[in-house]
């Protein structure tokens, strides 16, 4: 069935540092994929998305390419910031009218000032 | 923009009690969903409906039950809760995209947090 790895966590960084959380899936067909984050106390809000190979998604620096022939979406940003600290999870849409979401599990990024 | 809310941040019950948690949405969206989050494990989908009146299983549905009588609200009922219901309650909503690729955002609520003594 189809279903998401990523990598475990906590990911700890200094401000400034390189980011990369790794995530892989396993889908039949053509899914959506998804990275949703987290804010301590808060819930989940959408961070970026692509919806079909080699689409890009991108939101405030944080960058993922939809790659099927690795069958990855690794989450990028340049340049961490302590206000960046939060779970990110990534989700792969299956397909269907009724938007059914799967997710990861979920990696704690930790950044350091 | 979209609001989802959900009608309490904590909540404490004892086993046995019956549960209910509401969530509302403001964008006249005909999905809704619930996902409870634990530790380890993600997010997983205990109910999700995608009309007034129409529900379908998740991942996880034992133990639950819900309710859409109107399209803004969808309650999450937990008719007798036990322990192993501990957890963080998510409702999201997003809308009928009607094609087969699921491309629509889901919109989250920010969760309740369920205690079962």
């Known amino acids: 069935g189809n279903s998401v790895t990523q990598m475990e966590g906590p990911v700890t960084l200094s401000e400034e540092a390189f980011l990369t959380i790794n995530c892989t899936y396993t889908?039949?067909?053509?899914?959506?994929l998804f990275w949703y984050v987290q804010y301590p106390g808060e819930g989940l809000q959408l961070l970026l998305k692509?919806?079909?190979?080699?689409d890009k998604g991108s939101n405030k620096g944080f960058e993922a390419t939809y790659r099927k022939e690795t069958t990855s979406f690794h989450l990028e940003k340049g340049s961490v910031q302590v206000s960046d600290s939060a779970v990110y999870f990534c989700?792969?849409?299956?397909?269907?009218?009724?938007?059914?979401?799967?997710f990861g599990t979920g990696t704690l990024l930790a950044v350091q000032p | 923009d979209v609001k989802v809310t959900q009608s309490s941040r904590y909540l404490v019950k004892r086993t046995g009690e019956k549960v209910f948690l509401e969530c509302v949405q403001d964008?006249?969206?005909?999905?809704m969903f619930w996902y409870r989050q634990d530790p380890g494990l993600g997010l997983r989908l205990i109910y999700f409906s995608y009309d007034v009146k129409m529900k379908e299983k998740g991942d996880i549905p034992e133990g639950y039950s819900v309710s859409r009588e109107k399209k803004e609200r969808f309650s999450l009922i937990l008719e007798s809760a036990s322990t192993n219901q501990t957890s963080m309650y998510l409702c999201?909503?997003?809308?009928?995209?009607?094609?087969?690729?699921?491309?629509?955002?889901?919109?989250f609520g920010p969760g309740t947090r369920l205690t079962v003594l």
């Open positions: 964008m006249d969206h005909e999905n």
């Open positions: 989700a792969l849409g299956p397909g269907g009218a009724t938007n059914k979401l799967i």
């Open positions: 692509a919806t079909k190979a080699d």
């Open positions: 999201a909503s997003s809308l009928f995209s009607g094609g087969t690729t699921s491309t629509d955002t889901q919109y």
């Open positions: 889908a039949t067909g053509y899914p959506s």
